[in-house]
């Protein structure tokens, strides 16, 4: 063994999804958006001056956080902005998970959660689902070090209310509450509206998923002043300039198209739901999606064999080999167009 090995920091790195490169596959395993982000995108990109790239980008990304501000209705003090919602979440981990105590978060939940609790060298415990995959909000209630939830739930798609958010915060009063809203605007009302009660609530969001984004990379985060402030400290001590211009500019002009954002985030929803009835009248069985993606299960037929049998056909989903959850296929919703082929070779595999 060389000498340098053992001061090596180790970590068991988090596995994305897989970007197959083929042209004619469906790719429905990491819950993009199958529909263009906002035309205005397409015009700042074009327009786009290349000179502006010998500068440095604004560090405080101003044009994107007041876009952002100006769409949420808040002050540009509670926005932070970093590169794609696992940046952002990374960030708050460094910052605010910095206790002896353990962090909380579910045991069925955003499997990059453990990983930077080991990067970090942050102790955490898994609280269990029940036996419906939903939250039980009293396993939030012991000492802890701080809590991170997604809401909806990934890989389950499940929502839980704004009143279980609520009981949750009610009980932790002095550790921040990180609410992982990556697929909120597919699902019900955002813990955004909680934010002004609770000065240790931080909301997580992407334009990765509803913005049809992912590429860019960017995510943000919502909070108090402070808490914001404090992110932007670690941002600050560990690199001034993660947003590039491209994607400030960009990002800026994509929040400013309400009218498409809302049209876009409605047909995944109706896509959702006619998807939902054709799995069911096949036998699929899963919780209520309120998310782009589907976390079905068929009782006859077993999980691993189906997704590598979908994969034959380059029809790409998520499969997860892990405990209570190895039988479940995580489909992201895609175009109607799309979702007809899967059911059909579905119809197919379970006739
Ligand atoms: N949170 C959850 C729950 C997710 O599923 C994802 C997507 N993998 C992310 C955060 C990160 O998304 P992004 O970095 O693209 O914003």
Known sequence: MKLWEDKVRRTIPYTPGEQPQAADLIKLNTNE????????????????????????????????????????????????????????????????????????????????????????RIPYETCPLDEDFRIRPEDYYKDNGGIVFPNPN??????????????????????????????????GKSALELIHK???LLVVQTFSKSRSMAGIRIGYAIGCPELIQAMNDVKYSINSYTMNLPSLLMGAEAVKDKDYFYDCVDRIKATRERTKKRLAALGFEFPDSQANFIFARHPRYDGKALFEALRRENIFVRYFNQPRIDQYLRITVGTDEQMDVLIKFLEKYTA
């Open 198 to 200: 609770y000065d240790n």
């Open 33 to 120: 958006n199958p529909y263009p982000p906002a035309p205005g995108v397409e015009k700042v990109k074009n327009a786009m001056d290349t000179d502006l790239l010998r500068l440095y980008p604004d560090p405080a990304a101003g044009v994107l956080v007041d876009a952002l501000a100006d769409f949420y209705h808040v002050d540009k003090n509670q926005v932070f902005v970093g590169v794609g919602s696992d940046d952002v979440l990374s960030v708050a981990f460094l910052t605010f998970f910095n206790s002896e105590k353990p962090v909380l978060f579910p045991d069925i939940t955003y499997s990059f959660y453990p990983v930077w609790a080991g990067i970090y």
């Open 154 to 187: 990934a890989p389950t798609a499940i929502y839980e209310s704004l009143d279980t958010v609520e009981d949750i915060l009610k009980h932790n009063r002095d550790v921040v509450v990180i609410v992982d809203e990556a697929y909120i605007d597919f699902a």
